[in-house]
């Protein structure tokens, strides 16, 4: 921040996209989080940490098949979550009956808006 008098202050600022899936966006993200792996390598280290239970393997690219991932062993690849409220419809989830399924492909027409945004950025960001 400068101030040139007491009244008026300028604040630097940076251009924003309006849409958050544009490359430009995406590509500030990658940037982002691979400063915070590099600048603050003492919170997380690659290989570090175990998977949780259950995972969602978003594979490479969008169109790629998604499905469930229960990790066997000691499996310690980079991961990410998404913590959000579940809207009032019909969240997807996973229970004993749906699980065999879930681990050979998720369709995506009852998830919500939220959750097929999140598979599409984790794609983005290149991690699976």
Known sequence: MTSSS???MKIA???VSKNSCSPECIG???EWLDDCLQSHSG???PGLY???TRVIDVGEHPGDLVRLHVPGGAQKPQYVALSYCWDSGNPLTTVQ???KAHQKSIV???SSATFRD???VTQQLGIR
């Open 50 to 52: 175990f998977l949780p």
């Open 13 to 15: 600022s940076r251009h």
């Open 6 to 8: 007491s009244s008026s």
């Open 118 to 120: 999140a598979v599409w």
């Open 28 to 30: 500030l993200a990658k």
């Open 97 to 99: 009956k749906t699980l």
């Open 43 to 45: 919170y997380w280290k």
């Open 108 to 110: 995506f027409g009852s």
